[in-house]
């Protein structure tokens, strides 16, 4: 089964600073997917991926396949971006659903 | 837009009630999930369906059931509701089983059991 991890758990930052999430995995996997839930408990999905990079707005996800490491990037971010972001993989096979990590809780101070 | 529907955002029930969870997606997708979310412990599958009367179980079936007769609605059961289940659930569909294809979800139902 894969093993995901994120890191921070939590990252309280200014508004207009740079945010990096990560998140790696242990086994291969077709795609890897960044979720965004807000207080309330709606997702949304950011992105998903399964080689190099993509860019929405302000949002920057890149994933290396050899290194099973991706990052999500916030440029310029803003208070509106606070919520908790999840990384989520599906598997290299068979239709069993998502793996997550336990999510990044970004608080952006105005 | 693709929809996700789930009928409650908040339940309280009682223990040994059994209760319905229903789910609903408006694109013809093929793949539909059950997931919960507990702090500390992320989201887990509970049960999935990747066609109608199809179900296969998740990582956490025990205490769950599943029903899906027709292909746009997925239905969550708790037998007999514990406060154990007591928790955030969501649902999700995509297009394919899960290669390449993007997950919707809905906008989650937090479950209480007293």
């Known amino acids: 089964k894969n093993e995901v991890e994120q890191s921070p758990q939590n990252l309280t930052a200014q508004e207009g600073e740079f945010i990096t999430i990560n998140c790696s995995y242990s086994?291969?996997?077709?795609?890897l997917h960044w979720l965004q839930q807000h207080p309330g408990g709606g997702i949304v999905s950011l992105f998903m991926?399964?080689?190099g990079k993509k860019k929405h707005g302000r949002l920057i996800a890149t994933i290396n396949i050899q290194e099973k490491h991706s990052s999500l990037h916030i440029t310029a971010s803003h208070p509106r971006d606070s919520a908790v972001y999840i990384c989520?993989?599906?598997?290299?096979?068979?239709?069993?659903?998502?793996?997550f990590g336990k999510g990044t809780h970004l608080i952006i101070q105005p | 837009d693709v929809k996700v529907t789930q009928s409650s955002r908040y339940l309280v029930k009682r223990t040994g009630e059994k209760v319905f969870l229903e789910c609903v997606q408006d694109?013809?997708?093929?793949?539909m999930f059950w997931y919960r979310q507990d702090p500390g412990l992320g989201l887990r599958l509970i049960y999935f369906?990747?066609?109608?009367?199809?179900?296969e179980k998740g990582d956490i079936p025990e205490g769950y059931s599943v029903s899906r007769e027709k292909k746009e609605r997925f239905s969550l059961i708790l037998e007999s509701a514990s406060t154990n289940q007591t928790s955030m659930y969501l649902c999700?569909?995509?297009?394919?089983?899960?290669?390449?294809?993007?997950?919707?979800f809905g906008q989650g139902t937090r479950l209480t059991v007293v």
């Open positions: 991926l399964s080689s």
């Open positions: 694109m013809d997708h093929e793949n």
């Open positions: 086994v291969g996997i077709s795609a």
């Open positions: 369906s990747y066609d109608v009367k199809m179900k």
């Open positions: 999700a569909s995509s297009l394919h089983p899960l290669l390449y294809t993007e997950a919707f």
């Open positions: 989520a993989v599906s598997p290299g096979g068979g239709a069993d659903g998502l793996t």
